[in-house]
């Protein structure tokens, strides 16, 4: 019983005039041929590493890890493995200063990294081909401003225990000790091993976060994923999220089992399912 402890909830005004298979139709021990690394030159100097399936159906999906995550997490392969199944292009990459790509990752912020999302869409997928974006955590978060800032290219989005709150929840934590030595040009322990916050992370992350009372402009069809046993972030945010987007066609997926990373076996099925059920119901309405 796969889905025995998972909650569906879901507001749309749109309504499917037939029915979808969300099964992926092949099982997920197929094996696919891994796309080798390549590296886009940013004019920065660093460069960008990046992964590429190419497909003839449209649209493409483009894959934003999490918070100091990096391409090669179970979600993103096995989105690039449905993705060359089922003949669509896909895109996984690194954030500067993470994974493959170059640069200290002490250096960057939030705010570079969603300038990074927006190279990889803009310069590594076709002009004219539409994108799915899945976001993992903070990559979820930089998803939406991505969607908000391409709602031209942008035609489907999903956010896996995705953190709209977080740069403001982050600061209401912070001690006045902690404040007065990141005022002071130091830094604080961020709990991911030896990577720390400092002043300009603090700020950019502010600036990328979204209260609980204004209206987030993505108008494109909306899928949240979240697991009530995340501990990073609460799982009833997602709900909330879902009255604060513009989009009128949004479904909001918990699953009792799930943690924070959405990586177990399960997890990974309803992932597949849902970025599936976006695909073709593009297709079907284009």
Not at 234 to 260: A, E, G, N
């Amino acid at each position: 019983m796969l889905f025995k402890n998972v909650i569906l909830l879901s507001v749309t005004r749109r309504k499917l005039t037939r029915p979808w298979s969300l099964t992926l139709g092949r099982p997920f021990s197929v094996q696919t041929v891994e796309p080798p690394t390549e590296w886009f030159q940013l004019g920065s100097g660093e460069k960008l590493a990046y992964k590429r399936t190419t497909g003839d159906r449209h649209p493409g999906v483009l894959f934003l890890p999490g918070l100091l995550a990096n391409m090669a997490g179970e979600k993103a392969m096995i989105l690039e493995q449905y993705c060359s199944i089922h003949n669509h292009s896909f895109i996984r990459f690194d954030y500067r200063g993470l994974g493959e790509s170059s640069g200290d990752r002490q250096s960057f912020t939030p705010a570079d990294w969603l300038s990074d999302a927006l190279t990889v869409l803009d310069t590594l997928t076709g002009a004219a081909e539409p994108q799915v974006l899945v976001g993992s955590s903070m990559g979820a978060l930089l998803m939406l401003h991505v969607a908000m800032k391409r709602p031209e290219k942008v035609v489907g989005v999903v956010g896996i225990a995705l953190p709209f709150d977080y740069p403001s929840r982050l600061q209401k934590l912070l001690t006045t000790e902690m404040k007065a030595a990141v005022e002071k040009g130091g830094t604080i322990p961020s709990g991911r091993g030896d990577f720390t916050y400092n002043k300009k992370f603090l700020e950019d992350g502010l600036k990328l976060g979204f209260d609980h009372d204004t209206p987030i402009q993505v108008n494109c069809p909306v899928r949240l994923l979240h697991g009530v046993r995340d501990d990073e972030v609460p799982w009833d945010l997602s709900p909330k999220l879902m009255s604060l987007v513009d989009s009128t066609d949004v479904q909001v997926t918990i699953s009792k089992s799930s943690d924070h990373r959405f990586s177990e076996p399960q997890d990974l099925q309803i992932l597949v399912n849902t970025v599936d059920q976006l695909l073709k119901q593009y297709e079907f309405y284009s």
